[in-house]
C-alpha cells in the first residue's frame, strides 16, 4: 500500500448521502457518494466538514471509516453532540461539502499479512479504514474493541464478515472482563502490525505494551545507525513501527496554524493534523498523556 504525504488543503467535493442508520443511540453509520474522496483516501486521513456550516471558525473534522473505490463512496460515523452534528439529522440524497482527503494515514507495510486494529468507541473510526484496505488486499484482519458496558459495544455488522472480532468490556457484560489492552499480549505474536486509536490512557498503554514486545517476543535489537534520519510522520517511520496510532482532533483551521492539535513529539511539537494524525508510537512522548 502507498500511503501518501501530508495534504494540503483541496477543493471541497460535494458528497451525495446515499444511506444513513443509526448503529447505536447518537451514532450513525453513513455511505457518502464522494468518487474523487474515495479514489485517494488512505486509512487513517480525514475530512473536513464545509458544508452544512457548523457553528464558530474552525472546521469540524470526520475521520474516514472506509471506503470503496469501485463504487466511488465513502463512509463516516458521525455523532449526536458531535462537531458534526448537522450530518446525524440529514436523510439520503441530502449533499454536504467535504474538504480533503487531509493529513497522513496509516503506512501498512506490503509484508505484513496479519494486522491487529485496536480501539474504544472514541477511536473506532479512526482505524476502520485499515480493514477495508486489508481485506481488499487479501490480509488477515482482527479487530479488538473495548466498550465500558455491553449497551456501548461497536456491532459486528460495522466490520466484514472476514475480521475476527473480539470485545472486551470493563464490567464484564460482553467479552472479556476489563481493559481492551489486557487482551493486545495474545495477538503481538501473531500480528505483523498493529493499528490503534482510542482515548490517551489506552493508547499509552498499548504503546507501553509495544515497547517490551520485543523483549517478550526474543528480537534482537541493533544500534542506532548513523546517518539520514527520517522527518518526524515520515511514511518510512510508521511503516517500520510494529504500533502506529491514530491521534483525534475535534477541529481544525485547514492550515496547519492555529496549533490546536498539537502532540507531545520526541523530537519537539506535532501537528496532528500535518505531522499526524497517524504515528509510529515511538515518535511520541507518552507520560505526558497520563
Known sequence: MTTTSATKPSPGEEAR???SREFLPGRRRQTWHAPRLARSVQPGQFVHLLEP???GLLLPVL?????????GSITLLPEAGGPAERLVHLEPDATAVLEGPLGRGFAIDPRSRYLLVVADGVGFAHVRAVVDEAVASGRQVTAL???????EVFPSSLLPD????????????????????????????WADQCFA????????????????????????RL????????????????????????????????LAVCSGCVADG????????????????AELRWESTR
Not at 266 to 281: D, K, Q, T
Open 53 to 55: 456550516r457548523a457553528r
Open 162 to 189: 472476514q475480521v475476527e472480532y473480539v470485545v472486551a468490556t470493563a464490567d464484564g457484560s460482553l467479552g472479556h472482563r476489563g481493559s481492551v489492552a489486557d487482551v493486545v499480549p495474545e495477538y503481538e505474536a
Open 17 to 19: 448521502l446515499l444511506e
Open 197 to 220: 486509536a482510542a482515548e490517551p490512557p489506552l493508547i499509552a498503554t498499548l504503546a507501553t505494551q509495544a515497547r517490551g514486545r520485543d523483549g517478550r517476543m526474543g528480537v534482537a
Open 223 to 254: 544500534g542506532r545507525r548513523r546517518g539520514r534520519r527520517p522527518p518526524p510522520g515520515a511514511e518510512e517511520v510508521r511503516r517500520k513501527s510494529w504500533l502506529q496510532v491514530a491521534l483525534p482532533h475535534a477541529a481544525g483551521c485547514a
Open 63 to 71: 475521520p474516514v471509516a472506509g471506503f470503496d473505490r469501485v463504487a
Open 266 to 281: 520526541l523530537s519537539g511539537p506535532l501537528r496532528v493534523c500535518r505531522e499526524g494524525p497517524a504515528f509510529a508510537a
Open 145 to 151: 474493541l473495548g466498550a465500558p458496558t455491553v449497551g
